[in-house]
């Protein structure tokens, strides 16, 4: 298929949601946003105290979107957020799969390394996503999202200094309703999401999503000018909602996020620079990264990011106290083989793979004396660990090997 030009218009289809009897069109609940006031003000309700109250009682700094504003925002990634909250700036992490790099008031962190931690919390559905490493998600099937700015420390734990962006995703609901998205764009992006809930009963449902997406990226091979940067993800997974009982419910969601993608990198490099000093594929050096920057003349690369992860919410109304338990177990595998210098030449180049596990456990009590005073205490338990195995090669030993394999693939191209 022929290329497209080198901008983000993406062609959109998408299929309404569809129920039974009278269900309704759309099954996404605005459920931030509650009755309005005497004077038709919207009253908008969060949770970013860890209990629900409205925006304007809230003594934070915070930007509340609900899911029908995320739907008219067209958003579909949480990088959409930039814009809609101030001092809030999120990009892709490219040496990471679905690694994002979150600043808030110009606290930030740009790695992957997950021994550390960082600056912004992503908090999915009550729990911290404790590396940067798969918080770059699709904004599919979401409630509502919080972004509160400067340290969270007190609800939040620790390094959260720059904020948290707190993330609830729709519950399972008691009525057959759904919805799925089919988007088509430029270099040949193709991405599906869908989501179904579905009544088990009078006392339990149970939800089913799943999101997949695939690109052949905007970069090209200098060879024969075939598509790099390219990848594929996945995000699927179910949620079973269960309330015996008028004060008890419990949800458990097990979920699994899947990423490969191609770790190109665009040759800057310039006459001086010690590489172009022993590059034997002409012209990488002092090209025009104005009008041609999307040329890769390293040979193709892929990363590779794997996370199943369990939920387990439980909440009990005990009249005067509510209380509520929030248990997670999430691990990743990772790997990484990325031409860190640009060039065809294999002079700096990395090859890692890592493992991580977190487990956390919230137990949190919430509830009023008087009309004016109101509480919320618990205790938060946070276990992870981290092995990373990485191999790192800086020289020029490799310049006749690699120019002998390039001559050797340009023969093959040119027939």
Not at 103 to 127: H, M, N, Q, W, Y
Not at 358 to 374: I, M, N, P, V, Y
Not at 376 to 405: K, M
Request: charged residues 20%; aromatic residues 10%; glycine residues 10%.
């Amino acid at each position: 298929m022929g290329r497209f030009p080198k901008f983000s218009l993406a062609l959109c289809s998408s299929l309404g949601a569809f129920g039974v009897g009278s269900a309704p069109a759309i099954a996404q609940d605005a459920t931030p946003v509650a009755a309005s006031d005497g004077e038709g003000l919207e009253q908008i309700i969060v949770t970013a105290r860890r209990r629900e109250e409205s925006l304007q009682d809230t003594p934070i700094a915070i930007t509340a979107v609900s899911a029908n504003q995320l739907e008219a925002m067209g958003t579909t990634k949480i990088a959409d957020l930039q814009g809609q909250a101030p001092n809030l700036l999120i990009t892709q992490q490219v040496s990471g799969a679905g690694a994002a790099n979150i600043s808030i008031r110009g606290l930030s962190f740009a790695d992957i390394e997950k021994s550390f931690d960082p600056t912004v919390a992503v908090v999915v559905d009550g729990v911290f996503i404790g590396t940067s490493t798969g918080q770059f998600m699709d904004m599919f099937d979401i409630e509502s999202i919080e972004v509160l700015r400067g340290p969270q420390g007190n609800l939040f734990g620790r390094n959260t200094i720059g904020g948290v962006i707190n993330i609830r995703r729709t519950r399972p609901k008691d009525e057959l309703s759904g919805n799925f998205q089919v988007e088509y764009g430029n270099f040949d992006t193709f991405t599906q999401r869908g989501v179904l809930h579905v009544p088990l009963g009078d006392k339990a449902a149970v939800k089913v999503f799943g999101f997949h997406t695939k690109t052949d990226g905007y970069y090209n091979y200098y060879l024969d000018g075939s598509p790099r940067g390219g990848g594929e993800n996945w995000n699927y997974g179910a949620a079973i909602k269960l309330a015996p009982t008028d004060s008890f419910d419990a949800l458990l969601t097990l979920e699994r996020q899947t990423s490969t993608h191609d770790n190109g990198v665009s040759n800057i490099s310039g006459t001086g620079e010690l590489f172009c000093a022993f590059a034997a594929v002409p012209n990488q050096c002092d090209r025009n990264t104005t009008d041609d920057l999307y040329t890769i003349f390293s040979a193709p690369s892929e990363a590779k990011y794997r996370s199943p992860a369990a939920t387990l919410e439980l909440n009990l109304d005990a009249g005067a106290v509510e209380l509520t338990s929030v248990t997670s177990y999430r691990t990743s595998k990772d790997s990484s083989f990325e031409d860190v210098d640009g060039f065809a030449e294999l002079f700096y180049r990395v090859d890692r793979s890592s493992k991580y596990r977190q487990l956390s456990q919230e137990l949190r009590a919430a509830g009023k004396f008087t009309d004016s005073f109101d509480y919320v205490v618990g205790v938060y338990y946070f276990d992870s660990h981290y092995s990373l195995d990485q191999y790192t090669d800086i020289t020029p030993i490799y310049v006749r090997l690699a120019e002998a394999e390039v001559k050797l693939q340009q023969q093959k191209t040119n027939g």
